[in-house]
């Protein structure tokens, strides 16, 4: 098995873990949408302050190192990580008791290991990563480091190693031990380490946090380290203030840290002692390359809300984490380290750009990644394969290759314990492609006229709900108009990274639909990408969900009394921005919604991930379907067709019967037609 499959199999297969993760993370996700109502401007400060800073980052780093020298610290400048390891242990004295706070690049260049290797005792002063510590596990999470570690586990080892049998399993027991354990060894430790959430250009560091530690690590031991990446570097205090506090918003949904802290020279809120060591290793050159990944401010929000995380946790990234760590260890380490750690892995949700306080575009860029880097030709053939059966609509041709690599054994990587790359082709509906070229004309007095955008898939395998959007479209008053060509919008090229076609397949696109008249779409998959990329295009194209609602739906034939439960796909949600559209138009018609807990959103479709990772994703589709029948809805509905296939994959394998269609659909029937 591929080294990759690998480590998705063995993350998969931790469930305490994982649950762990789940119920870590649901609290902080339920909170920080209500903070942020309070800060509506934080974003675009945020993102408006790193980029302001990155575009002139040398300059800044010139003055911060400066000004810091000024105010009396000490300042060194590291190339690499291995300059900066040997500035801090020859500036360490022999056998020191160290303290340390978090500090996630510490971590990242291994410095704790190199000086416990020369003889030094080191401490770790946050609570998670003292967990981690005691339990020889790396971390988790950049925020909560001990993120995936139960409570018995946590309770066990604090009585081992404390040798306190009486410790109690309540979080304030074991916070309480942690205390009367770190209590002395903070007191009597003569040198520390810390991070620091931001560098000011005229020296002064900031620091966030809520327990307390960090001000006494940077404040009691005689000598101190702040080892700070030079992407920390913000203009003015201000501005780092800002960007703690988007860190504590977007981190924690906590409007401040409970502890802010401000290092503006030796003895002044700190030991008299205090090494800055600013951090390059390869960031300025990747800057110059690729901004964006630099962006960022470590708050942990994305991991938070992304799907893969929530599924593999720590073991979604390598040294660094997450979509965005595997961003940077690719700019910083190479394509090879990053696809190591899962640069493949990203399911393109877009759940994580809202989520980020600098509104870093994760999988854009990811896809930018994957494409520039050199893959192996069987790689490269498999995903030409895949996107040419799947844009093409070869359902047939895709079947019969699926079935017969089965049984051949080719593909034995697809075909898992029941978790096979085939069990997500779906069952087209029956109805044959709409015809390229036809017009149907509006009933009910004319409103206006519409392109209707065709794609492949939906064109090939779902071309009833291409039937249900006309009716309804006619039923509403409008004339709706198929191109006579048809062609993919290239949101599959570009998730299997691959650029190539995309500028052809936009112009193809452009030439196909003449005038001015709105497109409508009924994919959110395709939707979002013809509206995310630059063209002529781009104005005109409109989700049918928000067309219907705006135009204002007419009154339907029948109004239907009955139950669904709506899945809203992540092209939908997070990358167009419509959260409750299709909802209100159900409603409109006589649906009643069943509450769904949405958990990780994503139902693990994104494209041709399905086939590339059944495991993770066949997971996906059957929690999505858990979600979505829990409440025992009539009918589930979503609004494209990957999730269609997908949710209907997930709930035939809870052997469930209910239908999943497209939301379209159901208004159809209440317009007088019938599902397909
Ligand atoms: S796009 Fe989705 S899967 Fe990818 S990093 Fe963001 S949240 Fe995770
Ligand atoms: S990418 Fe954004 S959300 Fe994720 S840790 Fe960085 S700043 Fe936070």
């Not at 709706?480 to 691959?498: D, F, M, S, Y």
């Amino acid at each position: 098995m591929p080294e990759l499959d690998q480590k998705v199999a063995q993350a998969l297969s931790d469930m305490s873990a994982r649950e762990a993760r789940r119920d870590g993370t649901r609290g902080i996700r339920e909170r920080v949408p209500a903070a942020l109502e309070r800060y509506p401007e934080i974003q675009s400060r945020v993102r408006a302050i790193k980029e302001r800073a990155l575009a002139r980052l040398p300059e800044l780093v010139n003055e911060a190192e400066n000004h810091l020298l000024a105010h009396g610290f000490h300042v060194f400048r590291a190339d690499d990580a291995e300059a900066a390891r040997q500035y801090v242990l020859s500036h360490t004295p022999p056998e020191s008791l160290i303290i340390k706070s978090k500090s996630n690049l510490a971590k990242e260049m291994h410095l704790p290991e190199a000086l416990e290797a020369h003889g030094h005792r080191l401490v770790e002063t946050d609570l998670g990563d003292h967990i981690n510590q005691l339990l020889g596990r790396r971390s988790g999470h950049v925020l909560m480091p001990a993120l995936g570690v139960d409570i018995p586990t946590i309770q066990h080892v604090f009585r081992e190693r404390f040798d306190e049998p009486e410790i109690g399993p309540e979080p304030t027991d074991l916070v309480q031990a942690a205390r009367r354990h770190l209590r002395p060894l903070l007191e009597s430790a003569t040198v520390s380490v810390s991070g620091a959430n931001a560098v000011t250009a005229a020296g002064e560091i900031v620091l966030m946090e809520n327990e307390g530690n960090i001000r006494a690590v940077t404040s009691l031991p005689s000598i101190h380290f702040v080892i700070v990446g030079v992407h920390k570097v913000v203009e003015t205090l201000e501005e780092g203030l800002a960007v703690v506090q988007a860190a504590s918003l977007y981190g924690i949904g906590q409007d401040l840290g409970n502890y802010c802290t401000i290092l503006a020279g030796p003895g002044r809120d700190a030991g008299p002692e205090v090494h800055v060591v600013l951090v390059d290793d390869g960031r300025l050159k990747a800057i110059a390359q690729e901004p964006e990944p630099f962006y960022c401010i470590n708050c942990g929000s994305c991991l938070n809300v992304c799907p893969v995380y929530a599924e593999m946790g720590e073991s979604y990234g390598g040294e660094r984490l997450g979509g965005i760590g595997i961003m940077q260890t690719f700019l910083l380490d190479g394509a090879e380290q990053a696809t190591a750690d899962g640069l493949d892995l990203c399911l393109g949700c877009q759940r994580c750009i809202p989520a980020c306080p600098s509104a870093i575009d994760t999988p854009g860029i990811t896809n930018r990644l994957k494409a520039s880097r050199a893959i192996k030709p069987h790689a490269a053939m498999r995903r030409r394969f895949l996107r040419l059966v799947l844009s093409r609509g070869e359902l047939t041709l895709a079947r019969a290759v699926f079935r017969t690599s089965a049984q051949l054994g080719i593909s034995r990587r697809w075909h898992r314990r029941g978790q096979r790359a085939e069990d997500f082709i779906p069952v087209p509906d029956r109805t044959r492609p709409i015809p390229a070229g036809a017009s149907f004309p509006a009933i009910h007095g004319a409103r206006g006229t519409v392109w209707l955008y065709p794609g492949c898939v939906m064109d090939a395998w779902y071309a009833g709900i291409h039937e249900a959007t006309i009716a309804v479209l006619m039923q509403n008053g409008f004339t709706v108009r198929i191109p006579a060509t048809k062609t993919c919008c290239g949101a599959l090229h570009a998730h299997a990274g691959e650029p190539d076609p995309l500028p052809e397949l936009l112009a193809k696109n452009a030439a196909a639909f003449p005038g001015e008249d709105p497109i409508i779409m009924n994919s959110a998959g395709c939707g979002a990408f013809l509206k995310q990329h630059e063209g002529p295009l781009q104005a005109r194209v409109r989700d049918l969900s928000e067309f219907l609602l705006e135009a204002g739906l007419k009154p339907p034939s029948r109004p239907i009394h009955r139950r669904v439960a709506y899945h809203n796909p992540c092209h939908l949600r997070f990358a167009q921005g419509i959260h409750d559209a299709p909802q209100a138009l159900l409603q409109a018609v006589g649906y009643a919604l069943v509450p769904v807990d949405e958990r990780e959103a994503c139902c693990g479709s994104a494209g041709t991930y399905n086939l590339e990772f059944p495991t993770l994703a066949w997971r996906l589709a059957r929690e999505k379907a858990e979600d979505l029948t829990q409440g025992q809805p009539d009918v589930i509905a979503t609004a494209n067709p990957g999730c269609l296939m997908q949710i209907r994959a997930g709930v035939e394998s809870l052997d469930g019967q209910m239908a999943v269609v497209h939301w379209v659909e159901l208004l159809r029937e209440a317009y007088g037609g019938v599902r397909s």
